[in-house]
């Protein structure tokens, strides 16, 4: 064929059979290399190069598709892109449309999440003092997890056999592209005004996931959603797969758990322990008041030995009484036995002094009168005086009295062994009472 007879085509006809040619014998394609230049244009979609030492390959990944590690689009990492080779007439150029994306191999993926470990810590957000207490006796928790496989039956499990409380699930994929979004989309939940109105707002979140491999475990280490957790005003408890699993989340999270068992035994307190604590300070309590009453009731029974009762106060006045109207009579008799002496006296010089004898008798009768009269005077006045005073004494009984104290509307209330119960500690069970007022007594059976 000579040239003359070369056909001819135009640039957009060449351009087109270029691209079918392309799309024919590259139909799907494999390639591995280092991400360069990346471009998030406000179309959404995803702009970059696939270079290695040599070459260049322009690479593009449509709004539409799903990728399950979009996260590794990002600069400097080796990757291997999983697409269709195409051309773009309108400038004479080819390019890989992406369809999917892997790390190459765990060593790019290790690299990646050190290089992410490093960007965050030095933010300071893997740090000990942004993070929440949790705390001590929840109302409530929120799981963030699958609704289906074992992890949340084991929470659920735990939870009722160690301290049942409120559990909130939110359902979320645990792994694939839609895992980081869904995760936080939850904590974004638990957060809102409308969840806490409703009492949807729980004391603590847990986030759990069952085993997996380092790939399936990768959207936990998603830097979105570790920014989510750190700005999270509920306290985290991570559960991420099994305890030798190490992902972002547990560096970030409040607390981590070793597994989604553990996160429900971290999270709530043993039931079995706060009885133990509760029966211990209570009986520490009973001991506590039973020696204070004890103490209380010895103080009261030693102070009313020193009180003397009115019984005995109108007994001694009644002893002084008795003791002062003896005294009277002994000096009544001691007057008339003097006077008696005298008379013996004078008879016996009756003969020599009768004259004066009939004065002296007239006078001593005279003084005998006074005396008699004075005598009597005085006896009538200590009489007035001590039956004034035992009058008083009785008054004083009287109003000391504990029937003048039921007589304003009192009353005293007896055990069945007669002892006045003051207060209501010295009860029993069911014991049989007393109570007397001013005019009478009822029986009554306690019931406390």
């Not at 004083?396 to 006045?420: A, F, M, N, P, Q």
Request: with cysteine; glycine share 4%.
């Amino acid at each position: 064929m000579t040239k003359e007879n070369i056909p001819e085509f135009t640039v957009t006809t060449l351009s087109q059979s270029i691209r079918n040619i392309l799309e024919t014998e590259f139909e799907y394609v494999r390639v591995k290399g280092e991400l360069g230049r990346v471009s998030r244009p406000a179309s959404g979609h995803l702009y970059f190069d696939l270079k290695d030492d040599k070459s260049i390959l322009a690479s593009v990944v449509w709004r539409g598709t799903k990728l399950t590690k979009r996260d590794l689009i990002e600069e400097g990492n080796e990757v291997v892109l999983v697409g269709r080779i195409s051309s773009f007439p309108g400038h004479s150029k080819y390019q890989i449309i992406v369809e999917d994306i892997q790390a190459a191999g765990i060593g790019a993926l290790l690299a990646m999440l050190n290089k992410r470990r490093e960007k965050l810590a030095a933010e300071g957000i893997f740090s000990e003092k942004r993070k929440i207490a949790l705390p001590t006796y929840p109302l409530s928790i929120g799981v963030i997890t699958s609704i289906s496989g074992a992890v949340i039956k084991d929470i659920l499990n735990r939870v009722e056999a160690r301290f049942p409380v409120m559990v909130i699930i939110f359902p979320v994929t645990v792994q694939g592209d839609s895992c980081a979004k869904d995760v936080i989309e939850g904590i974004n939940f638990f957060h809102q005004e409308k969840a806490n109105t409703k009492g949807l707002r729980p004391d603590l979140l847990i986030i759990a996931r069952g085993g997996g491999s380092f790939e399936d475990l990768w959207p936990f280490n998603d830097e979105s959603l570790i920014r989510a957790v750190s700005e999270a005003k509920i306290p985290i408890i991570s559960a991420i797969g099994h305890e030798t699993d190490t992902t972002l989340l547990d560096l970030v999270a409040d607390v981590r758990a070793p597994t989604p068992t553990a996160a429900a035994e971290i999270a709530l307190p043993n039931r079995t322990e706060i009885l133990g604590q509760l029966n211990y300070l209570s009986a520490n309590l009973r001991n506590s008041a039973e020696k204070i009453t004890f103490l209380k009731m010895s103080l009261l029974n030693q102070c009313s030995a020193k009180l003397k009762s009115p019984y005995q106060n109108l007994n001694d006045m009644k002893k002084s009484l008795t003791m002062n109207i003896l005294k009277l009579d002994s000096i009544i008799k001691d007057a008339f036995s003097e006077m008696s002496n005298d008379v013996k006296l004078l008879d016996k010089d009756l003969s020599t002094k009768l004259k004066q004898i009939f004065y002296y008798v007239s006078d001593t009768k005279k003084r005998l009168r006074v005396l008699d009269e004075m005598a009597l005077k005085h006896l009538w006045n200590n009489f007035r005086k001590n039956s004034e005073n035992f009058m008083a004494a009785s008054r004083l009984l009287e109003s000391v009295s504990y029937k003048k104290v039921l007589s304003r509307g009192y009353s005293v209330i007896r055990d069945e062994d007669e002892k006045i119960v003051s207060t209501k500690s010295q009860l029993k069970s069911k014991s049989a009472l007393t109570i007397e007022w001013a005019d009478g007594k009822v029986s009554v059976r306690a019931d406390k």
